[in-house]
């Protein structure tokens, strides 16, 4: 679903990079969520080795997300990354940040940017305000040139059906089952 939106959105334009910026959260959350109580290390390797942590783990969800996404659009390895947008307090949040990253990328030249935001199902005034207009005020800041923002899911048919699905899967589950 997520990658025919993409698709659907970008159509054939060629961009440098495509970062997807997810939700951040505070990096305790993800330790609390650890099954094994040892395995998160929220290092860059745990992620990356297997665990049955992994169900559980939202920062290695979003990784893999990233991967299983751009490996069905193909694209090349080093043209895209994941981020984290959104953060409170003085915990220490899931990093990288994409406001962060999105300078870094300017000024590594970067000239042309798409931002996708897995983790919202619906355009929101977090993604519009954080992502669509003070990201792209950063980019260009930075030397950047074509910075777009592919909408979330929202009302597109395929995801409507998908969760019509969903509930209807849900509601036949409930329902008695009677053997006649």
């Known amino acids: 679903m997520l990658s025919r939106s ?12 495509v970062l997807f ?6 990096e305790r959350h993800i330790r609390k969520s650890d099954i094994t109580k040892s395995h998160c290390k929220i290092d860059g390797s745990c992620c990356k080795t297997s665990s049955k942590a992994h169900a559980f783990c939202y920062r290695h969800q979003c990784y893999e997300v990233t991967k299983l996404v751009a490996h069905k659009l193909q694209f090349e390895e080093g043209t895209f990354s994941t ?14 940040y994409t406001d962060r ?7 590594e030249g970067i000239k042309k940017m798409v931002i996708v935001t897995p983790a919202f199902v619906s ?24 910075f777009v923002t592919v909408p979330c899911l929202n009302d597109r048919d395929d995801w409507v059906e998908l969760l019509s699905s969903w509930i209807q899967e849900w509601q036949d589950q409930k329902q008695p089952q009677h053997h006649g």
């Not at 910026?21 to 505070?26: A, D, M």
Request: contains cysteine; proline residues 5%.
């Open 21 to 26: 910026s997810y939700h951040g959260v505070p």
């Open 83 to 96: 981020s984290f947008q959104s953060r409170l307090g003085f915990d220490p949040w899931l990093q990288p």
């Open 123 to 146: 355009d929101c005034l977090e993604t519009l305000e954080e992502i669509a207009m003070e990201g792209q005020e950063i980019f260009h800041e930075m030397g950047g040139e074509t």
């Open 6 to 17: 993409i698709k659907a959105h970008l159509g054939n334009q060629k961009f440098d990079h």
């Open 101 to 107: 990253t999105i300078e870094r990328l300017g000024k």
